[in-house]
């Protein structure tokens, strides 16, 4: 009789070790995005930092290029504003969108590309790209697994208790799945 009466027991442990254990995976899932998310920031505050000094450099060759220097400054200032991964994303892509507009006009002034500061910056820039490239890579592969986690038995109980519900990756802007023209 008296084993009887320790079987409840001992479920009631294994079951309260295992909420344990798949809340701390839920947990640490979330954890997981949160961080690699700041390392998203990073990197896009880290080429964002970069702006300023690429444009002062450039300003004195193109002086008649006012309003691509304007959208860089403005676009980099969304990325500053940014409270969300949405909103981080979108300003993001703004930025992107304006440095290659400022990269283009820069293609005409042969002394600016020749400019060892200019060099440098864009070197930095390119630098700061990948950086980019490899956090938002990092970020959705936290996503996918925490997803994974939110998403799937028992992990999706706990979820929604906790208010977690899955997340959408970073994505690429729909015109970069357009195969750009070439014109020679």
């Given at each position: 009789m008296k084993n009887l009466a320790i079987i409840p027991l001992v479920l009631a442990a294994i079951l309260v070790f295992c909420g344990i254990g798949l809340y701390n995976s839920v947990k640490s899932a979330k954890i997981e995005v949160d961080s690699q998310y700041g390392q998203v920031e990073n990197q896009i505050q880290r080429r964002a930092d970069l702006i300023p000094?690429?444009?002062?450099?450039?300003?004195?060759?193109?002086?008649?290029?006012?309003?691509?220097?304007?959208?860089?400054?403005?676009?980099?200032?969304?990325?500053?504003?940014?409270?969300?991964?949405?909103?981080?994303?979108?300003?993001?892509?703004?930025?992107?969108?304006?440095?290659?507009?400022?990269?283009?006009?820069?293609?005409?002034?042969p002394t600016l590309k020749a400019d060892a500061h200019f060099t440098e910056l864009m070197r930095e820039i390119a630098g700061s790209e990948n950086r980019i490239a490899v956090a938002r890579r990092d970020y959705n592969n936290a996503i996918r697994e925490y997803n994974l986690t939110v998403s799937t038995f028992p992990g999706n109980i706990l979820a929604g208790v906790m208010g977690y519900s899955p997340l959408a990756p970073f994505a690429a802007d729909e015109a970069a799945h357009n195969v750009p023209q070439v014109a020679f």
């Amino acid at each position: 009789m008296k084993n009887l009466a320790i079987i409840p027991l001992v479920l009631a442990a294994i079951l309260v070790f295992c909420g344990i254990g798949l809340y701390n995976s839920v947990k640490s899932a979330k954890i997981e995005v949160d961080s690699q998310y700041g390392q998203v920031e990073n990197q896009i505050q880290r080429r964002a930092d970069l702006i300023p000094n690429l444009v002062n450099t450039v300003k004195g060759y193109m002086q008649y290029e006012e309003k691509v220097l304007t959208e860089v400054t403005a676009a980099r200032a969304k990325v500053a504003r940014a409270t969300s991964p949405e909103d981080m994303a979108a300003a993001d892509q703004e930025l992107t969108g304006a440095l290659g507009r400022l990269l283009a006009v820069a293609e005409n002034y042969p002394t600016l590309k020749a400019d060892a500061h200019f060099t440098e910056l864009m070197r930095e820039i390119a630098g700061s790209e990948n950086r980019i490239a490899v956090a938002r890579r990092d970020y959705n592969n936290a996503i996918r697994e925490y997803n994974l986690t939110v998403s799937t038995f028992p992990g999706n109980i706990l979820a929604g208790v906790m208010g977690y519900s899955p997340l959408a990756p970073f994505a690429a802007d729909e015109a970069a799945h357009n195969v750009p023209q070439v014109a020679f």
